[in-house]
């Protein structure tokens, strides 16, 4: 849908979020004297006072039944995390758009997008580190943590955009990205999409909608992308793992940025330049330091086994202790707990629910403790982990069941790393 479009419209923001206060202030600042409605399952007191201030002169729909209030609005702007299937029927004959959609059908640049269930944010932070170390107008946007509408005035012949697509911004969508890059694809959000198809198949839009003389570039190790690839109209470039010895992320994932550099024909030696000075993101397999002698290493972003057994294979064997655990999405442990019974960790410190899942995978002596705080986890570490070891923080599951994100929950697995150094000074 055209931007100008709206101007008529009566438009419904469902959900106030990062992205629903984005488009917010998109539309305030687009069509200044329109009404504009709001919708969430907050009430306004809920809201931080910079919110509140913001939602003042919007016609607001608030509180738990706010859903059974959507109809009779000709545009619905919805956020990522609703489930369309939610709103469909109480939606009446209104368009259900997002974000992503508004800003795919009215952007003039160039949209390169990046998903995968794990490695996304990390790939696509490096992909604009590369361009614009190599002098290119590029912008950052999307599901990690900038959200794309506000960024529509910059849109230019001159301009790349990298976005970060989730499988909630990709859930509906028809149009797909000029450049699309397809990372992985792993049992994840099985909660929310209730089968792996049909996760799989909200992540697929992002090459699904794409036109001749566009590209899909795809990891072939997965069979499911194997054959997304030969339904696309797309060229598909398939992702060959380049024997690049640099310790930023996974080797599937610098083999991306490199093929999307071939693609807008950068030097592969300035490329490989400006990944070597590419700094990790935070919580991303993070060194934290050495402290009493262990050294801790923060990757709260695994939330799923394949990314903690990819930890487990970059650290070694000088893992002694690992914690893991957190919300159970249903998923099999069984791989992970191969790994650990391989490896050479000692210590287990394991959070509920998903903890005694894994700990039942493990099929060899080893201590294991329950712990349903960070504190006590790194206490604990602190205690069980000899000189010279590794403590690692990979988690293997969500977050939600005892912290409000991953990024919380990594935080603290710092701040009480940090005090104890205090403590003992």
């Given at each position: 849908?055209?931007?100008q ?99 795919l ?70 149009l797909?990205?000029a ?73 599937d ?20 330049s ?25 990757d ?43 490896s ?48 690692l ?7 939600y ?12 697995f ?12």
């Open positions: 849908m055209k931007i479009k709206l101007k008529n419209k009566k438009i419904l923001i469902l959900g106030f979020g990062m992205e629903g206060k984005d488009t917010f202030l998109f539309l305030r600042k687009r069509f200044p004297q329109k009404d504009i409605f709001v919708a969430d399952v907050k009430e306004l007191k809920d809201f931080d006072l910079k919110t509140r201030k913001l939602l003042k002169g919007a016609n607001l729909i608030l509180g738990k039944d706010y859903l059974s209030k959507i109809k009779g609005f000709d545009v619905i702007i919805k956020t990522p995390g609703i489930p369309l299937e939610k709103i469909k029927k109480r939606a009446g004959s209104a368009i259900i758009t997002s974000q992503t959609e508004l800003f059908s009215n952007c003039s640049s160039l949209v390169i997008g990046i998903t995968g269930t794990k490695g996304k944010s990390t790939t696509a932070a490096l992909l604009y580190h590369v361009l614009k170390n190599n002098g290119l107008n590029a912008y950052l946007v999307g599901n990690i943590e900038t959200p794309a509408l506000s960024y529509l005035e910059k849109a230019k012949k001159d301009v790349i955009f990298v976005y970060e697509m989730s499988c909630h911004q990709l859930d509906n969508l028809k797909s990205p450049i699309a890059v397809f990372l992985n694809i792993y049992p994840e959000h099985l909660d929310y999409y209730k089968t792996f198809k049909k996760y799989f198949s909200a992540k697929a839009n992002i090459a699904l909608h794409q036109k001749k003389g566009d590209y899909f570039v795809f990891n072939s190790r997965f069979a499911l992308l194997r054959n997304l690839a030969k339904k696309v109209k797309s060229k598909p470039i398939p992702i060959k793992r380049d024997k690049i010895n640099l310790n930023i992320t996974h080797q994932n610098l083999s991306a940025v490199l093929i999307v550099g071939e693609i807008l024909k950068l030097n592969r030696e300035n490329v490989l400006a990944i070597k000075t590419f700094k990790r993101l935070p919580h991303r397999l993070e060194y934290v330091g050495e402290f009493q002698g262990i050294r801790f290493y923060d709260s972003i695994s939330t799923i086994p394949e990314s903690a057994i990819f930890a487990l294979e970059e650290l070694g064997s000088d893992l002694q202790t690992l914690i893991a655990g957190g919300m159970d999405r249903g998923v099999s442990f069984n791989k992970l707990g191969k790994k650990i019974t391989e050479k960790i000692k210590n287990l410190i394991l959070f509920p629910d998903s903890g005694e899942k894994i700990l039942k995978t493990v099929k060899r002596k080893i201590n294991s403790y329950f712990v349903s705080s960070m504190e006590e986890a790194v206490n604990l570490s602190f205690k069980k982990t000899g000189k010279g070891k590794i403590c923080l990979s988690p293997a599951s969500p977050s069941n005892l912290f409000n994100n991953f990024k919380e929950r990594g935080d603290l710092k701040k009480y790393i940090y005090e104890k150094k205090q403590a003992r000074h």
